[in-house]
Structure formats: C-alpha cells, structure tokens
C-alpha cells in the first residue's frame, strides 16, 4: 500500500474510533462526517458563496447540504456524478423550487436535473475529501475523480485557476502534510463546522 492508501486507512480507522462520522465506516468512500450541517453553513456564510451563481459540487453524501443549499438560494447547481458515470447533472435556478432536499441527493438529481452539455461559468467547486494540510493539499478517496472533476472544468473553460475550489471536513480531517502527485489538484479553502480557512498558493 503506498503513502496514501496508508493515509486513507488512517483517516478512516480516527473517524470511526472517535465517532467522528455518521456512517460505522467510511472505508473508500469520502467521510459523511459529524458537523457536515454546521460546516456547510459556514461555506454559506462566506463571500465566496454568496458572491456566486453557478456552484459545482462532487455527490458525496457529506456535501449534500451545501447542493440543497446552492438550489435554496436560487443558485445554478452542476453535480458530479458517481465515478463519472453518467457525466454531470445541471439543475437551474429554481427548477427543484419546493423539492431542494431531494434534489440534492444523487437519486434526486437524476430525476430533476438534465445532463450537462455545455458548461456554464462556474463561480464556485466544492470537493468532498479524506484529508486535507493547510498548503491546499487534498486527498480524496482514490478514485481520482475530484482532480478529474477540476481538470474537466478547466479544460471546458468553466473555470479558471483563480476559481475558488473549496472542501468541507472535520477538524480531524485536517492534516501536516497530503502527499501529492504531479496531476494532484490543489484547494483554496477549506471550511469545517468551526472556521474558514483559506490558502495561499501558486
């Protein structure tokens, strides 16, 4: 096992040992962990969230709170499909009006949303993550389908790498140091159920 499925497994063994997550165990998927809520308001409350239109977000279970609440503030929301299988979903301002929380589940997505076809900007990403550092670091659940994700916007010229990339997580989640790959994408911000952190790269 290399450097980080060790990490991984770390990760996963804290969270479940310290009760940190929802699930008995997150095992290759990425941490439903305790505090999601509490986490996605704080996204909510940045300038960043407010200050966009069209926000991009992965499908995993612990960021479903911020696509409900991307579609309650009359936002654009474009979700990740699982593993990319079926590429990315689009539901616009106001087309899940009454059923956002549904919508914001995977199987809800299928039934409201359309298949993207052309990307529209997007003015904010939002990865799930297994861990995180403070030099924007990710460490997803080893699929690579977050720094697919972002390279896909990038190439479509959805976003820009002055786009903000931001990730939700535990405290726990929080890292010294993410070994990362050439191909690795780094984040911008990272928003737990306590503070906003945001970093500084080139």
Same mark, same amino acid.
């Given at each position: 096992?290399? &450097?980080?499925?060790?990490?991984?497994?770390?990760?996963?063994? +804290?969270?479940?040992?310290?009760?940190?997550?929802? !699930?008995?165990?997150?095992?290759?998927?990425?941490?439903? $962990?305790?505090?999601? +809520?509490?986490?996605?308001?704080? +996204?909510?409350?940045?300038? *960043?969230?407010? &200050?966009?239109?069209?926000? $991009?977000?992965?499908?995993?279970?612990?960021?479903?709170?911020?696509?409900?609440?991307?579609?309650?503030?009359?936002?654009?929301?474009?979700?990740?499909?699982?593993?990319?299988? %079926?590429?990315?979903?689009?539901?616009?301002?106001? &087309?899940?009006?009454?059923? =956002?929380?549904?919508?914001?589940?995977?199987?809800?997505? $299928?039934?409201?949303? !359309?298949?993207?076809?052309? $990307?529209?900007?997007?003015?904010?990403?939002?990865?799930?993550?297994?861990?995180? &550092?403070?030099?924007?670091?990710?460490?997803?659940?080893?699929?690579?389908?977050?720094?697919? *994700?972002?390279? %896909?916007?990038?190439?479509?010229?959805?976003? #820009?790498?002055?786009?903000?990339?931001?990730?939700?997580?535990? =405290?726990?989640?929080?890292?010294?140091?993410?070994?990362?790959?050439?191909?690795?994408?780094?984040?911008?911000?990272?928003?737990?159920?306590?503070?906003?952190?945001?970093?500084?790269? #080139?």
């Amino acid at each position: 096992m290399d &450097d980080k499925g060790k990490l991984r497994e770390e990760i996963w063994n +804290l969270l479940g040992e310290r009760g940190f997550t929802h !699930r008995k165990t997150d095992y290759g998927r990425i941490p439903n $962990f305790k505090g999601a +809520l509490k986490a996605a308001n704080m +996204l909510r409350d940045t300038p *960043e969230w407010k &200050d966009s239109r069209v926000v $991009f977000s992965s499908p995993d279970q612990a960021q479903r709170k911020v696509r409900e609440y991307a579609l309650r503030d009359g936002k654009a929301l474009i979700m990740a499909s699982p593993k990319l299988k %079926h590429g990315y979903l689009y539901i616009g301002p106001g &087309d899940a009006s009454g059923r =956002e929380s549904r919508a914001s589940t995977i199987k809800g997505a $299928f039934e409201i949303a !359309r298949r993207v076809q052309d $990307f529209p900007t997007v003015d904010l990403v939002v990865e799930g993550s297994v861990a995180v &550092d403070l030099n924007g670091g990710r460490l997803g659940k080893g699929g690579g389908y977050g720094d697919q *994700e972002i390279e %896909h916007l990038l190439r479509e010229e959805a976003i #820009t790498e002055e786009t903000p990339v931001a990730t939700t997580v535990h =405290e726990a989640q929080i890292i010294e140091k993410v070994p990362l790959e050439p191909h690795d994408k780094k984040i911008d911000m990272i928003v737990t159920p306590e503070r906003v952190i945001r970093i500084g790269h #080139t």
